[in-house]
């Protein structure tokens, strides 16, 4: 989906209930996280399988969500749409456009709900930390591996 063009928007309104999984998609975008070039707007990154959305089969990943349960995205933060459709009840009304003509900017990998840029920090510091190490074990041992040779 990375750098690919969209035709003419068509909305529609998508009506989804719920499950044990909730909603059964990721959003990518938002004003501080940009996934289109010039637009703040959220989109659907994935379907995940056997979820509420992948159910109905209406939404698609690239649709962009324009409103859920009346109340506009537009100008929202990515985390607080995330909290918007965390407290969007059970039964959940979706305003939905699909197509349009700006090139994808975003990641061509989607960064999975439960792994927030904290984990992804998390992993480098532990992986430059074990660089370190690495570093100074060898400039320790150096010498003695040497005179083996």
């Not at 909305?11 to 938002?30: D, M, Q, T």
């Not at 959305?53 to 209406?58: E, M, V």
Request: hydrophobic share 40%; glycine share 12%.
């Amino acid at each position: 989906m990375n750098g690919t063009m969209r035709n003419t928007p068509t909305v529609s309104e998508i009506n989804l209930k719920r499950g044990p999984a909730g909603l059964g998609f990721n959003i990518v975008g938002g004003v501080d996280q940009q996934y289109m070039l010039n637009d703040s707007g959220i989109y659907v990154a994935k379907i995940k399988e056997n979820g509420a959305a992948a159910l109905d089969g209406r939404l698609q990943e690239g649709d962009k969500i324009l409103e859920i349960n009346g109340e506009k995205l537009e100008s929202l933060s990515h985390n607080a749409a995330v909290m918007l459709f965390r407290s969007a009840g059970e039964d959940v009304k979706l305003l939905v456009e699909r197509g349009g003509s700006a090139p994808v900017n975003g990641p061509s990998r989607v960064r999975p709900d439960n792994e927030s840029p904290a984990y992804t920090l998390g992993i480098l510091g532990f992986a430059m930390a074990t660089a370190v190490v690495l570093a100074c074990v060898y400039v320790r041992f150096r010498p003695h591996i040497r005179k083996h040779f």
